[in-house]
Nanobody, 125 residues
Framework: QVHLAESGGGSVPTGGSLNLSCVAS????????MGWFRQAPGKEREGVAG???????YYDDSVKGRFTILRDNAKNIAYLQMHTLNLDDSAMYYC???????????????????WGQGTQVTVSS
């Protein structure tokens, strides 16, 4: 049984950095796609970044140049390195895994097979 567990959230001042991790246990082969999403209070969940098994990475425009998604396919761990955080980055951050190709893009939330419980990121002025 696959289980995703995020860690690394916390409270930081504007301009600060955080590194999130997501361990995907139960996979016998690295997931086809791992993504990071976030949801702020009163807003819909949105895509932050996605990283395919073959190495292609994609980012939402709001985080380009500040966030980096990485993954260790041998250990089935995904990372989200976040720098220059601002107030708009405050949200619950979720990782998700898609096991096989479906033809949909990395933002297609309905195509992900597994989701973590989330880790809170709070940025304060």
């Amino acid at each position: 049984q696959v289980h995703l567990a995020e860690s690394g959230g916390g409270s930081v001042p504007t301009g600060g950095s955080l590194n999130l991790s997501c361990v995907a246990s139960g996979y016998t082969r690295a997931p086809y796609l791992m993504g990071w999403f976030r949801q702020a209070p009163g807003k819909e969940r949105e895509g932050v970044a996605g990283l395919f098994r073959h190495g292609a990475a994609y980012y939402d425009d709001s985080v380009k140049g500040r966030f980096t998604i990485l993954r260790d396919n041998a250990k089935n761990i995904a990372y989200l390195q976040m720098h220059t955080l601002n107030l708009d980055d405050s949200a619950m951050y979720y990782c998700a895994a898609k096991t096989h190709p479906t033809g949909a893009g990395w933002r297609a939330q309905q195509d992900y097979d597994y989701w973590g419980q989330g880790t809170q990121v709070t940025v304060s002025s």
